[in-house]
């Protein structure tokens, strides 16, 4: 499987953004951002990760995580996708993203949902429990 391999950007802006998110809509690869928060200048900040991948086929599949450290320890918010197919070569209810194993509800196929969290991400620093759950 070939991943694509995108250089690092400081403090990116929207355009440059959506190029790398335009590349990774259609190749395998993965995106990470962070983010400290403003309202919390002494916390570790968010992370959010873009897993794409095509798993050999003609259709994309991307996941998205986004990461927080928390006083508790670090919690990770996806999407819910009940209706996600799964991958026969994986274990029940999983899929591979880059060849690794995940829970196949935390995919989707439609990428205004992955532009629209990115969007969210790098303008307030945070996600939508809307559309992360």
């Given at each position: 499987m070939n991943k694509v391999y995108l250089p690092r950007i400081e403090n990116p802006n929207e355009d440059q953004m959506q190029q790398?998110?335009?590349i990774l809509r259609t190749n395998n690869g993965f995106l990470s951002l962070w983010k400290q928060s403003k309202s919390k200048p002494t916390s570790p900040g968010m992370e959010i990760t873009l897993y794409s991948d095509n798993h050999q086929t003609d259709i994309q599949?991307?996941?998205v995580l986004l990461g927080e450290e928390t006083e508790e320890g670090y919690d990770v918010r996806t999407f819910y996708n009940p209706v996600a197919p799964c991958n026969p070569e994986?274990?029940?209810g999983m899929t591979y993203m880059?060849?690794?194993?995940?829970a196949a509800?935390?995919?989707v196929?439609?990428?205004t949902m992955i532009r629209r969290v990115f969007t969210d991400?790098?303008?307030t620093g945070?996600?939508?429990e809307d559309l992360l759950n």
């Open positions: 790398y998110l335009e599949t991307y996941m994986a274990p029940e880059l060849g690794d194993c995940f509800c935390s995919t196929r439609n990428f991400f790098l303008t945070n996600v939508s």
